[in-house]
Every structure is written in structure tokens, then in C-alpha cells.
């Protein structure tokens, strides 16, 4: 098998990776093409563009990487065209990946979208685009199944790799010891900004 993969966000990346090892353990001669980062690199993915370098957010950051956008949308949409594969993958990333997915479609391939974008919180109306340019939805979460479900979109519930990271890890004792010591042991709440850089630098600032 043959698919064409692509995702923004340094988290998509991380997520993107552990999907192509967990296709590989099972079909290990799959090859995988198109846009990601390192993490998918070293998966095994011919990494086309290091695209976790255009993670950004807002209007403005978007405008000023228009014509990157443009270019590497070219290469897809001419590569989806010209070679054969049996499925795109979509990683989150919709403002580009929908231009993705529109390319696959017209091209006939098969859309399979992993960790679909959160529109059931900031734009339900994008479900008629999901319905239209998405073979099939791959939920992380029950809920999601069960929304895009309602909302006429094929969906399957594969589970959060989140969940699997951290039952594969142990908690930091030494910093838990020192924080129970200084804030008492009260509950844990978490602040995270995301993976984009300029979140994070943000927040840093």
C-alpha cells in the first residue's frame, strides 16, 4: 500500500508517527508520502516538507506564509495527480488540509482523516465539508464518534494516543514530592498552550 500523509502541528507529527508505526507493524512494506515533520521522518515517512515549521495561528501568520502555503499546495495537488496511491491521510491542520483532501477527491483517492479538526466546538457548520471531502472520520474520542456519527459522516472510533503515552510513563516523583511540599496535596490542574511555537513562546513571554 501506498498513502499519502499530511500534518501540521508538531503534536500531528507526533501522532502521524505512531500511526505509521502501528500500520507498519502490520502491513511493513506500506509506504507513506507527503508533508509532516521529524518525528514523522523518522517513522519512515518520505518527508516532502517539514510543515510543523509553518504551525501557525491566526490571520496575519497566515497571510505572511501564503505563498509557502500555495507552493507546497501545488506540489500536492500535481504529486495526487501524477502518482498512485491508495489513500490520503489527513492529521488535523484543516486550514490546509482541507485543500488536501479537495485535491484527493478530485483525483479519486480515498480521504481518511486522524484527529479530526474540533469543529463540533468552534464551527459545526464545517461538517457539511467533512461530509463532502471525508471517506471516513478516525475519532479519538467517544464523543466525536458519536457527533460525527449524528451529523451523517462515516466514522470509526480508534481511541486518544494521548491515553497510551502516559499509561507508558511514570510520573516525575521528584517534582511531585517538592510540589506537595510547597502547595500542599491538593489536585493538579494543568494549563497546556498547545504545540504550535508561537503559542508556546507566547505563554513563555
Known amino acids: 500500500m501506498r498513502f499519502f500523509i499530511s500534518a501540521g502541528e508538531p503534536s500531528g507529527d507526533i501522532h502521524a508517527a505512531g500511526l505509521i508505526e502501528k500500520i507498519r507493524e502490520h502491513a511493513p512494506d506500506t ?61 488535523d491542520y484543516p486550514g490546509f488540509n482541507w485543500h488536501i483532501a479537495h485535491a484527493a477527491k478530485e483525483n479519486d483517492i480515498p480521504v481518511y482523516y486522524f484527529m479530526p479538526p474540533q469543529v463540533w466546538a468552534w464551527a459545526q457548520r464545517r461538517v457539511k465539508k467533512m461530509r463532502k471531502l471525508v471517506n471516513t472520520v478516525l475519532a479519538p474520542l467517544p464523543f466525536e464518534y458519536r457527533w460525527f456519527n449524528y451529523y451523517g459522516c462515516k466514522t470509526v472510533y480508534t481511541g486518544h494516543p494521548f491515553f497510551e503515552e502516559i499509561r507508558s510513563k511514570e510520573p516525575d516523583a521528584e517534582f511531585l514530592e517538592a510540589f506537595y511540599k510547597k502547595y500542599g496535596n491538593g489536585p493538579i490542574l494543568t494549563v497546556l498552550p498547545g504545540s504550535r511555537y508561537q503559542e508556546v513562546k507566547a505563554n513563555l513571554d
Do not use: H
Open 31 to 91: 509506504e507513506f508520502v507527503g508533508f509532516g515533520g521529524p518525528k514523522m521522518k523518522e517513522a519512515g515517512c518520505q518527508v516532502l516538507y517539514d510543515l510543523t515549521k509553518l504551525a501557525v495561528m491566526w490571520f496575519f501568520q497566515a497571510l505572511t506564509n501564503y505563498l509557502k502555503f500555495r507552493r507546497l499546495l501545488k506540489k500536492a495537488e500535481y504529486i495526487l495527480s501524477t502518482e498512485q496511491f491508495d489513500a490520503v491521510i489527513l492529521v
